[in-house]
């Protein structure tokens, strides 16, 4: 929040919305001693406890849950080992996974292991919380948090804040934040969702646009003037790939 620089509290906020507006009853709001990273107050545990105490008992049936890659986000269910784990550790992981392996191996021989039998695809402890309350989440590729309608209405939220803050004290900005959660009503989400899917749609019309070009662009390099046909086949066989993110638009009630 603006204000005066110093060393004071902070607060953090944590609340759900959909198109309709902000999830009833899924309000966490606490004041920080800490100044630093909030990432430091706003841990996978008091993130989890939220998540199964406020918000999943306030949402209906097969809902999509959208949420970035916060690391409190994205704990995973029994993660492989890495190189920095320990080596009780990477045995015990192979044990747990059916394999019984020579405790004799170096690190490297024991991940290498690890790598060939361990799931393509991780699983995340807030995902199978979802998923037994018969809900699906949703990640945002990295970076794109601005494809998050709650972003809109966070700085919404902080808007009114700065307009209002006279005296920066921690017992104003607490009241100001309510005031401004409060103000949000369910015409502001329709807007901030309608805005995200207009940006999603774009982005997606951009990505076929340069995708179709691309693969022009492969078939052109590929071609040769003795036989185009022979070409054109070379190239949709060997040419390079071009690896793109997007989004698909998803229902977001």
């Known amino acids: ?11 953090i906020v944590l609340r759900a919305g959909t198109s309709h507006g902000f999830v009833g009853g899924a ?30 008992p306030n949402i209906e049936e097969k809902r999509v849950i959208v949420m970035d890659n916060a690391p409190y986000h994205s704990v995973q269910v029994d993660k492989a080992p890495t190189l920095a784990t320990r080596k009780e550790e990477m045995l015990n992981w192979l044990v747990r996974h059916g394999v019984q392996a020579d405790p004799t191996l170096p690190k490297g021989a024991l991940l290498g292991i690890v790598k060939d039998i361990k799931p393509r695809t991780p699983t995340y402890y807030v995902d199978e919380l979802a998923k037994q309350h018969g809900h699906q989440v949703i990640r945002l590729p990295p970076y794109h948090c601005h494809y998050s309608a709650i972003e809109l209405i966070w700085s919404q939220v902080k808007g009114h804040v700065a307009a209002n803050n006279k005296f920066f004290s921690l017992r104003e900005v607490e009241k100001l934040i309510v005031e401004g959660v409060e103000k949000v009503d369910a015409e502001d989400w329709k807007k901030a969702v309608a805005h995200i899917e207009k940006e999603i749609r774009k982005a997606s019309e951009r990505e076929s646009v340069l995708d179709n070009a691309i693969d022009s662009i492969i078939i052109r390099v590929g071609d040769s003037s003795n036989s185009s046909s022979d070409a054109t086949s070379d190239s949709e066989g060997s040419g390079s790939e071009v690896d793109m993110e997007g989004i698909v638009p998803l229902p977001v009630d």
């Open 1 to 11: 929040m603006p204000g005066p620089i110093g060393k004071g509290g902070r607060f």
């Open 27 to 56: 309000l966490l709001l606490f004041k920080s001693k800490k100044t630093v990273d909030y990432h430091e107050v706003m841990d996978h545990d008091r993130f989890c406890r939220w998540f199964k105490e406020q918000l999943l």
